[in-house]
Structures are given as structure tokens and as C-alpha cells.
């Protein structure tokens, strides 16, 4: 859902390029860049090793080795974590230690911690905070980390604009927050301030949320997806919103999936990407700015490893280091 791009090297530094309206890039300023600038230097993260990156609509997230957790851009929804409206460089989000893995969505944030459990602060008026609370909107701000209900042996989380998914270790999956296109994945159209589990899904190994939309990727290398599908991404073939899991058409082979605003995009074992949904920005990378209801394949890429999607671009990582965008 960002409008800008992160990656993390090797040493642990993180760079960040794009959109810098609200700070989001963290470099203590609000101007855009169209190269990577090195923002470890900057704030609380001087001296952290990175581990992972994770960015929300205006809001960003970086986990460190050591378990703690750091934001920066917009906290209007209290997404920072801390009293803070906005920052432009990283802050610690204070009383969250052994985090394993990190989700910025539209407007709040989600932390996994390495005891299964899950914390999530920010905006919680669609429920997406997973404590049992539809919160006012601002100045109402949940600023301190609350434990999402009813919730554990967690391996992976992900956060859309105003929902959140989570995958346990027995291969089922819970949702939670915004309901209205489906995102629930339980037959309903309503949203849920507590986790439910998503129908038919099993032997799941990871997951991934968009704007309004959810994937999984299935153990045998298929994928799901649930939720808004007006503009193609949930790859079943039609443009509807489904509140009950489909399988993407005509793909298998599947090692990694990844979820923009409005597209989706899946990584085959070959190291070839294929996506779907809206391309009206080119985020599909096959040549022309259409939108596609079933994958097609990202051109002129191989020997992928990683792959990622934001708010209207797609990246990919090769083996050999390089970062592909379009």
C-alpha cells in the first residue's frame, strides 16, 4: 500500500526511496527521493542491525535483531506507537521486546512476538486491533501496543488497509478488523473486532493482505484469495468481492506471494513472477497498463527470490542482489 520502497542489505542497513510526504522515509526530512538514501543512521535505529521492513499507507515499521521495533511517518491513528502526530526518522515503539515479525497496514501496526502471541496499536475503528474494540475515530488514538484477543502459536502476520490476517502454526488462518468486501474470508460481509477463522484454509504456509484483499499460499504450492476484487487482484478470473476463499487460476508451483493496494503477485519455484489485478500504473510488469483478473507473467524477469508489491509498483529481488521495479 506504500508509496515508497525500502529494502534491507545483508549488513543489516536499510535504505528507503519514493514518497517522503509525511516522513515515511525516515531521513529526518519530507522530500521525495528517487534513489535509495541510507536512513540507519537516522533516529533510534543508529547502531541496529535490521532484519525486516514493513510499510504502511503513510507509516513505516523496521524490526532490529535484538527484538525491538522502530516507526516513523504519519502517526495521526497513534500507528508510531508513542504520543507522536509524526515523525521523520525511527523511533522505538517503547514496551515491545521479542518481536519475531512486523505488518504497518493503512493505519495501524502490527508485532508478532516470539512467544506466538500478537500486539497491534494504531487505528482501530474497523476493529483491526483485535482486542475487542471498534475504536472512535482521532483524536482517538490506541498509542500503546495492545494484545490482539484469543490469538496464539502465530507464525506470520500481515496487515491490509483496515484488516489483519494472521497464519498459525497448525496451517489456519484468523482475520480480523474490516469486513465490508469480504476480508473476513468467513462467508460474511461483516467486520469483527476479534479474530475469526478464515473458511477452508489448511496446510497453509504463509500469508499476505493488500488494500481489501488476502492470499495464502497453500502447502502443494496453489494460492487463496478472499476480499475486495474489483479490480481483478483476487486472480479467480472475475472482478467481485468474495467473502468465502478462491483459488488464483491457472498457477501452481508457488513459492512466495506478496500483495500491493489493488494487485497481487506470486513467485514460482522456477524464479519467475507472475501478477494480477490492477495495472493501470504498469505494477504488472507484462507490457501494457491493463488491469488482469487471472496472473500474467512479469517480463524479462528469472532467478527471483523475493518479491514485493506497494501501493501502485511491484519489486523483485534476484539471487544476485539486484532490485528490479516497475
Request: without cysteine; proline residues 3%; aromatic residues 8%.
Amino acid at each position: 500500500m506504500s508509496f515508497s520502497s525500502y529494502a534491507v542489505t545483508a549488513e543489516g542497513k536499510l535504505y528507503a526511496w519514493g514518497a517522503n510526504f509525511r516522513g515515511q522515509l525516515g531521513n529526518s526530512t519530507k522530500v521525495n527521493s528517487a534513489t535509495p538514501l541510507d536512513i540507519s543512521p537516522f533516529g533510534d535505529l543508529a547502531g541496529k542491525t535490521i532484519v525486516s521492513v514493513s510499510s504502511g499507507y503513510e507509516h513505516t515499521l523496521a524490526l532490529a535483531s535484538d527484538g525491538t521495533v522502530y516507526a516513523w511517518g504519519n502517526g495521526l491513528y497513534g500507528q508510531l506507537g508513542r504520543n507522536a502526530f509524526e515523525s521523520t526518522v525511527p523511533l522505538q515503539v517503547p514496551g515491545l521486546s521479542g518481536i519475531t515479525a512486523i505488518a504497518a497496514g493503512g493505519n495501524h501496526s502490527l508485532a508478532l512476538k516470539s512467544d506466538g502471541t500478537v500486539y497491534a496499536w494504531g487505528d482501530g475503528q474497523n476493529g483491526q486491533l483485535g482486542d475487542g474494540n471498534f475504536y472512535g475515530p482521532p483524536p482517538f488514538r490506541v498509542v500503546v501496543p495492545v494484545q490482539v484477543t484469543n490469538l496464539s502459536g502465530v507464525t506470520a502476520i500481515a496487515a491490509g488497509y483496515s484488516h489483519s490476517v494472521a497464519l498459525k502454526s497448525d496451517g489456519t488462518v484468523y482475520a480480523w478488523g474490516s469486513g465490508t468486501s469480504g476480508q473476513m474470508g468467513n462467508g460474511s460481509f461483516n467486520s469483527s473486532a476479534v479474530p475469526v477463522p478464515v473458511s477452508g484454509l489448511s496446510r497453509i504456509k504463509t500469508i499476505a493482505a493488500g488494500r481489501g484483499h488476502s492470499l495464502a499460499l497453500h502447502s502443494d504450492g496453489i494460492v487463496y484469495a478472499w476480499g475486495l476484487g474489483i479490480s481483478g487482484q483476487l486472480g479467480s478470473g472475475g472482478y467481485n468481492s468474495v467473502s468465502l476463499r478462491v483459488q488464483v487460476i491457472n498457477l501452481s508451483g508457488i513459492t512466495a506471494i506478496a500483495a500491493g493496494n489493488l494487485h497481487s503477485l506470486a513467485l514460482k519455484s522456477d524464479g519467475t513472477i507472475y501478477a494480477w489485478g490492477n495495472g493501470q500504473n504498469g505494477q504488472l510488469g507484462n507490457g501494457n497498463f491493463n488491469n488482469s483478473a487471472v496472473p500474467v507473467q512479469v517480463s524479462s524477469l528469472s532467478n527471483i527470490t523475493h518479491i514485493s508489491g506497494g501501493e501502485g509498483h511491484s519489486l523483485a529481488r534476484k539471487s544476485d542482489g539486484i532490485i528490479y521495479a516497475w
